[in-house]
T-cell receptor
Framework: DSGVTQTPKHLITATGQRVTLRCSPRSGDLSVYWYQQSLDQGLQFLIQYYNGEERAKGNILERFSAQQFPDLHSELNLSSLELGDSALYFC??????????????????FGPGTRLTVL | GESVGLHLPTLSVQEGDNSIINCAYSNSASDYFIWYKQESGKGPQFIIDIRSNMDKRQGQRVTVLLNKTVKHLSLQIAATQPGDSAVYFCAERRSYIPTFGRGTSLIVHP
């Protein structure tokens, strides 16, 4: 158990819908990362938050957005869902940062993931 | 383009053998590399990391080698066990953004 929790574990929805995925980082970790894992694209970095602020952006679609709340939990919002959005979505948190919003070692602890199925 | 890739999608070994998983990268600006293990139905799990100013780092039964000349990274697992069966990813970090390779599936036969 990594200490990172994600809910829900599974989510089935229809095209055009909007869903919210939730992540709670390990106690003490200020950085949260979101990833998408699909069979054809592998593990793709989406976005990173540090202490409530966006710090790095990867291959995140405009239909997707995220935020980190004062209690440090994070939510990933996926809207206008398409069949191709079906994937595993992982959240990770990292060691206490070096003051620049990134862990000096970047040891990330991953949650169990949310499996999203868009029908 | 810049990429992180793996040479072999599947590696099969016998229990007790040593395993070597390889990874090529093309971005010479990457300063940090990580190996992750992902078991079926679980999230990736950190195994070992190495900074670009090192060429070797050892952990418990695992060793990571970094060859910056040919931009090559490898993970060596000693005395491979059935519990090591999983997908292994290498990742590089540049400007705090991680990029993951596709993964190699390690299958350990008892």
């Amino acid at each position: 158990d990594s200490g990172v929790t994600q809910t829900p574990k599974h989510l089935i929805t229809a095209t055009g819908q909007r869903v919210t995925l939730r992540c709670s980082p390990r106690s003490g970790d200020l950085s949260v990362y979101w990833y998408q894992q699909s069979l054809d694209q592998g593990l793709q970095f989406l976005i990173q938050y540090y202490n409530g602020e966006e710090r790095a952006k990867g291959n995140i679609l405009e239909r997707f957005s995220a935020q980190q709340f004062p209690d440090l939990h994070s939510e990933l919002n996926l809207s206008s869902l398409e069949l191709g959005d079906s994937a595993l979505y992982f959240c990770a948190s990292s060691d206490p940062p070096d003051g620049r919003g990134a862990s000096s070692t970047d040891t990330q602890y991953f949650g169990p993931g949310t499996r999203l199925t868009v029908l | 383009g810049e990429s992180v890739g793996l040479h072999l999608p599947t590696l099969s070994v016998q229990e007790g053998d040593n395993s070597i998983i390889n990874c090529a990268y093309s971005n010479s600006a990457s300063d940090y590399f990580i190996w992750y293990k992902q078991e079926s139905g679980k999230g990736p799990q950190f195994i070992i990391d190495i900074r670009s100013n090192m060429d070797k780092r050892q952990g418990q039964r695992v060793t990571v080698l970094l060859n910056k000349t040919v931009k090559h990274l490898s993970l060596q697992i000693a005395a491979t066990q059935p519990g090591d069966s999983a997908v292994y990813f290498c990742a590089e970090r540049r400007s705090y953004i991680p990029t993951f390779g596709r993964g190699t599936s390690l299958i350990v036969h008892p």
